[in-house]
């Protein structure tokens, strides 16, 4: 039975398989819509704007949108390639952790750009908007943001959430809660025993590696919240924390990282193939292997 339903598996996901590259195509387009959400949102809450004030805001939207594509055809370019290289039968580990630093990099940038862009925006506003703004932006920030695998490349909704096993989740959500549960995922995937308890052991290894950093990470993006709030800001300090936040996600990101090859290892040829075509799929459809 358990054979059975592997390759059922395998045949649907051959066919959904040819939908990918619209898949990627998908992803690229919200890449895109996200930037202008994050870039055109900032005046919504700001209802008294005037029209020289509007006008700025735009100049300053379409600016940012213009510096900031390369970085995104860069960094989608880079997440296809690290789906390549932990695809490959024999992974590249030093290939793919520059893949993943280069990300990282990206990422970096893209963060301080956008905190200079908001800066540009708060010197179109006067202290009655500029209080609104902010007020409006610390709410934004505060809805469950924790951790974005800001070099993993993934994720970028303000929504928490918690990776699971199974349906309940067992998993680190955005916000830094677990979930709790086991769930029915490992069995329909078609795991065995031994795989299961080496998937729960080495996710809880994980987590317990994870959580430290996640302290210090919560830290200073509290510090940073503090740096950039008003119009004068000490651009030396905000890089400083910013750097110190990729560092430490980069450290994540290795570890999950780590967690996934060693899972990969685990699985039969059939489990193996499923899990490397759910990667090329993209985020969206990952029920089989949620909990890796």
Request: aromatic share 4%.
């Amino acid at each position: 039975m358990r054979k059975r339903n592997l390759i059922a598996g395998l045949v649907v996901l051959m066919i959904a398989s040819g939908l990918s590259i619209n898949a990627q195509q998908q992803r690229m387009r919200q890449n895109k819509k996200m930037s202008y959400q994050k870039t055109s949102a900032q005046s919504s809450c700001l209802s008294d704007l005037s029209a020289e004030q509007q006008e700025q805001m735009e100049a300053l939207r379409i600016k940012h949108l213009k510096t900031n594509q390369s970085n995104l055809n860069m960094l989608n370019e880079l997440q296809a390639r690290k789906v390549t290289l932990q695809s490959a039968d024999e992974v590249d580990r030093k290939e793919l952790n520059k893949c993943i630093e280069n990300i990282s990099g990206i990422k970096v940038d893209m963060q301080k750009r956008r905190i200079r862009h908001m800066q540009e925006v708060k010197m179109v506003l006067d202290d009655a908007q500029l209080l609104a703004f902010e007020n409006k932006h610390r709410m934004n920030n505060g809805k469950g943001r924790g951790n974005r695998n800001f070099c993993d490349g993934q994720g970028s909704s303000s929504k928490g959430y918690a990776k699971g096993h199974g349906r309940r989740g067992n998993g680190q959500g955005r916000s830094g809660h677990r979930g709790n549960g086991q769930g029915k995922g490992y069995e329909k995937a078609g795991f065995t025993d031994d795989q299961i308890t080496i998937m729960q052991t080495s996710r809880l290894e994980l987590m317990k590696k994870e959580q430290p950093l996640l302290n210090e990470l919560n830290e200073l993006r509290a510090a940073l919240k503090t740096q950039t709030s008003g119009r004068d800001i000490d651009y030396k300090k905000v890089d400083k924390l910013i750097d110190e936040q990729a560092d430490l996600q980069l450290k994540m990101a290795m570890l999950k990282m780590d967690h996934q090859l060693e899972i990969r290892q685990q699985l039969s040829d059939e489990q193996r193939l499923m899990w490397d075509m759910r990667r090329i799929k993209g985020k969206g459809h990952r029920r089989y292997m949620s909990a890796l």
